[in-house]
């Protein structure tokens, strides 16, 4: 038996009948997780299954004496207070909102709070010399004088990986680190993770709602649900390392039932065109010089779901915010019609007038006011439904609320919640619901899973497929091929800023798709 082996059969780290309350809600119940040195460990569930609070527990941000259970790291029971505390432990924690400064280098964002310095002076050729050491383990080869903010999303993870080594990490938790990565970035940070286990004996907790990213590095998986340990699950690979566990296994033990159809399938009329892009150019408003957009045009029809495919970068976005009441791009030329008419969208009040609606990529930070409560957010953007004069109709605006929480089956206790207190599934319910409230004919929706979990996302697919039965013409984005395929009844297919290819739906393929991505 190998060395690595040997380790992978002792216990590194049990958390043990882990209970956690908040008030009103019991949010772990008896919770346990094992994980193995020299391991990867998957920890699955829906969103609200308790996954984080049992992470934060972990790490301290819920002290000692504010849970019940214990935490045994390497042996030793621990009672961590803080942050601090774990981390000098060796366990370390990387969120998704990545903790890092942008306008400071790498090498000053790595060791941002262990700086080597003595009596208060830092030692900068140490700083960057040890900077180096943890960059190259990543094959991050960037210059270590370099401001984070000029790297991408992608590297910027790895900054924040190189971080945690440098506290000598002994286990690193990763809360959905691929969130807001491309498919390239993706498999580099997997690989990366295989590398640390493999080559320096790390073990990662991996928190992911991709279950494709589980089945290509766990080696074994745990499952959550209502707060509760489901199963934990041992991952046998094959001489391809095609894993034992399938997703729809997986599945079945997050939302206790088997989803036999993960995307499901849609059977109304398609109808007329409704929205129509004729020559749609668009320059970028940080250099006049570059086109975004080049020469776009496409057509929804009522009750059709069209969708868009493309690398990070195709345009795909830019194109639905340069329709969106022009939010961005300079010098825009093209038309725009709906039901065959020339609208003008030269604004966001605009479009809205015009029919068109468009559910963001970023919920959050553009989708909706998380310290205003469901009912506020729900009326939001056409408050004039709901007004008489200046006035604002607070029994109409409940009406409208409550309807919207039982047509989309928000769960909630009240609409009087806060947004900001919902889960990622129940956020993007209230954006749908904000956006119908609006009496759209045509719906853009901008990466309408991203963040959320595999029963949420069905969810949200029979939301969708519901729109395009009343008619509502619905343009899908997703990063997610699979998604783009399952649900589209056709799909164009963009590359630096153009459309280069179109094919039908449920038949295309993810290789036919990558042949007209880069076909350009």
């Not at 059969?9 to 956690?20: F, G, P, R, S, V």
């Not at 090498?107 to 943890?134: P, S, V």
């Not at 949420?456 to 697919?461: C, G, L, S, T």
Request: proline share 3%; aromatic share 4%; charged share 25%.
């Amino acid at each position: 038996m190998s060395e690595q082996a040997v380790l992978q059969t002792e216990c590194l780290l049990e958390m043990k009948n882990i209970t956690k309350a908040f008030p009103g809600v019991k949010a772990l119940d008896n919770v346990n997780l094992r994980v193995r040195q020299c391991e990867i460990h998957a920890l699955v569930g829906e969103n609200g299954a308790g996954k984080s609070t049992l992470m934060n527990i972990l790490s301290g941000v819920y002290p000692y004496g504010s849970y019940d259970g214990d935490i045994i790291f390497e042996g030793k029971t621990c009672a961590y207070t803080n942050i601090k505390q774990s981390e000098k432990a060796g366990i370390v924690i990387i969120h998704q909102e990545l903790a890092l400064s942008p306008y400071l280098s790498i090498a000053e964002n790595i060791f941002l709070g262990d700086e080597w310095a003595k009596f208060n002076i830092i030692n900068w050729d140490k700083t960057r010399d040890n900077a180096l050491i943890y960059m190259r383990k990543l094959g991050l080869d960037e210059n270590p004088n370099m401001p984070v903010n000029k790297l991408g999303v992608g590297k910027q993870q790895l900054v924040e990986i190189a971080k945690a080594l440098a506290k000598d990490a002994k286990i690193l938790i990763l809360d959905e680190p691929t969130a807001a990565l491309n498919e390239k970035d993706s498999e580099h940070l997997l690989q990366i993770l295989r590398e640390l286990r493999d080559l320096h004996n790390i073990s990662s907790v991996l928190i992911t709602h991709k279950l494709n990213e589980v089945a290509a590095v766990a080696d074994t998986i745990t499952i959550l649900r209502d707060g509760k340990t489901i199963e934990t699950l041992q991952v046998e690979r094959d001489a391809a390392g095609k894993a034992s566990i399938s997703e729809d296994r997986i599945i079945k033990g997050m939302v206790g039932r088997e989803i036999t159809d993960r995307f499901p399938g849609r059977n109304n009329p398609i109808g007329d065109v409704v929205f129509e892009v004729k020559d749609w150019t668009v320059y970028n408003p940080d250099n006049p010089d570059q086109k975004k957009l080049d020469n776009v045009n496409l057509t929804v029809r009522a009750g059709e779901v069209v969708g868009l495919a493309g690398l990070v970068g195709a345009g795909r976005t830019e194109l639905a915010t340069s329709i969106f009441g022009k939010y961005y791009g300079d010098n825009i030329s093209g038309k725009t019609l709906i039901n065959g008419k020339e609208v003008n969208l030269n604004s966001i009040p605009k479009a809205i007038e015009s029919g068109l609606a468009y559910v963001t990529e970023d919920r959050k930070e553009f989708g909706l006011v998380m310290m205003a409560s469901i009912k506020e957010n729900t009326t939001l953007a056409k408050l004039k439904k709901i007004a008489k004069g200046n006035i604002i109709d607070e029994h109409e605006e409940i009406v409208a609320a409550e309807e919207y929480r039982k047509k989309l089956n928000t769960k909630t206790p009240s609409i009087l919640q806060l947004a900001g207190n919902l889960s990622g599934g129940n956020q993007q319910k209230v954006v749908l619901a904000k956006w119908l409230f609006s009496d759209p004919a045509v719906l853009i929706l901008d990466e309408p899973t991203r963040g959320i979990d595999v029963g949420a996302k069905h969810e949200i697919y029979m939301i969708i497929n519901n729109l395009a039965a009343q008619g509502i013409a619905c343009v899908l984005i997703s990063s997610e091929m699979p998604e783009i395929i399952g649900m589209s009844d056709r799909i164009y297919v963009m590359s630096e800023g153009r459309i280069t290819g179109e094919l039908p739906g449920r038949t295309a393929t993810q290789e036919e798709i990558m042949r007209h991505i880069l076909s350009n």
